[in-house]
């Protein structure tokens, strides 16, 4: 665990080094940071000031979130904590860093494609299984809400992929 | 302060969304699907969030020190200002999802002016929002395209339901006090109305559904006069909070 030495104001730098090991409670595997919803670390005097931008407005994981970063920071010993939330401009899949891209497809779900190149009637998604491009749409909302459930028609296995927004 | 235009209208936004929202809710465990099941409660969940946005919003502009919670939970029917057709029950899954489409069209259109206005706020919530609404757009004209091109029994129930909430439809589009009171920030309802019926006329045409036929044009909703049907669902979602207030879990 990274810690902010006691009696001093932690710097920006040891504060993004805290959260980058907070994950996301519904990937679990995912740095909220890769997952592209921090959007900015503000430290003033001993106040640590987190800006957030939440996925969906809707997500149940938004406020699990917020009391997943105040509890490391908390333990990584910094003592006045602000999270805030900022939705202008909009969360968008394009924020997901190139390394949680590679999460999700190491853990089965298929990343987003960038906005630029996605239209909304395309399958964009290959299966992760098999490869194969040969696959549907079973349900435009998987078991969260950033997700949709698919299946692939070679080899038969349900998939979720991430959706583009 | 209260009569702050866009306290009456961030009410209005909120109403909508968490009625309906409450509708949807009803549904989990008994959707015809499992994976319609998790699409319901999806939905609900956007609408939830889009509602919790502006009723912050509300209570800011407010500046008493009322939260979210109470706007939900400890205002009456009458204090209600969302629109006739989020409050109509849910019927069978047709009646849902023609709902649904009617309503998410019409959301889509409102966003995309909201989202280009002039007041920050409203314009950053439409835009989060947008993003959710086209999700819905989606899934509910999909579903009425294979509701509709379906079998018999499916496409007869599909024009019921169209049918059915098509009164309901008008009243989205005029203007009542709390639209003209907000036309320095928001756009008059009668402006969405084309955008609207190109997104209807195109799927309905898909779903080999007829376009419903105007008669009855039903309307109070944004000024507080309800249909019959949000006492009920107000008293479901109010009766605990009311009961125990301050309870959490």
């Known amino acids: 665990m990274v810690s902010v030495p006691a009696s001093t ?27 592209g919803v921090v959007r900015d670390v503000d430290v003033a005097h001993d106040r640590v000031t987190v800006t957030l931008t939440p996925t969906y407005t809707g997500c149940p994981a938004n406020e699990w979130i917020a009391r997943l970063l105040r509890e490391a920071l908390t333990d990584a010993g910094v003592s006045t904590i602000e999270i805030r939330t900022q939705l202008n401009p909009p969360w968008t899949t394009d924020w997901i860093t ?54 692939c028609r070679a080899c038969r296995e349900p998939f979720e992929a991430f959706k583009c927004i | 302060m209260a009569n702050d235009p866009r306290f009456d209208y961030a009410l209005h936004l909120a109403d909508n969304a968490l ?32 509602a919790r946005l502006c009723y912050a919003y509300a209570a800011e502009i407010e500046g008493r020190g009322r939260t979210e919670d109470d706007f939900a939970y400890f205002r009456d029917e009458d204090e209600f200002r969302n629109c006739l057709l989020c409050e109509q029950p849910n019927g069978d899954f047709g009646h849902t999802i023609a709902r649904h489409f009617y309503f998410s069209a019409y959301q889509q259109a409102l966003y995309t002016a909201l989202a280009a206005g002039p007041d920050a706020r409203f314009a950053e919530i439409a835009a989060q929002g947008l993003r959710e609404t086209r999700y819905h757009v989606r899934y509910s004209a999909n579903w009425l395209v294979r509701l509709g091109d379906g079998t018999a029994e499916s496409h007869a129930r599909a024009q019921a339901a169209v049918d059915t909430l098509w009164p309901y439809v008008h009243e989205l589009f005029e203007s009542a006090a709390v639209d003209r009171a907000a036309s320095a920030f928001a ?35 944004k000024d507080g006069r309800h249909s019959e049907h949000l006492s009920y669902l107000l008293a479901e979602m109010q009766s605990l909070a009311r009961a125990h207030p301050g309870a959490r879990w």
């Open chain 2, 187 to 221: 756009p008059a309802p009668e402006s969405l109305r084309s955008a609207f019926e190109r997104t209807l006329e195109a799927t309905l045409a898909e779903a080999t559904l007829r376009m419903p036929s105007d008669d009855w044009q039903p309307r109070g909703g």
């Open chain 2, 19 to 50: 009625v309906l929202a409450q509708r949807l809710g009803a549904w989990v465990g008994h959707a015809p699907e499992l994976e319609e099941d998790l699409g319901l409660a999806n939905l609900a969940l956007d609408l939830l969030g889009q």
């Open chain 1, 98 to 151: 190139p390394h949680g891209r590679a999460l999700l497809g190491q853990h089965g779900i298929v990343p987003p494609l960038l906005t630029r190149h996605h239209h909304h009637d395309a399958n964009p998604v290959g299966c992760p299984t098999c490869g194969s491009g040969d696959v549907e749409r079973v349900s435009e909302f998987g078991a969260t809400p950033c997700k949709s459930l698919y299946k």
């Open chain 1, 9 to 35: 104001s932690p710097t920006a730098g040891e504060v993004w080094r805290v959260i980058a090991g907070v994950c996301d409670p519904e990937l679990p595997f995912l740095p909220l940071v890769d997952l």
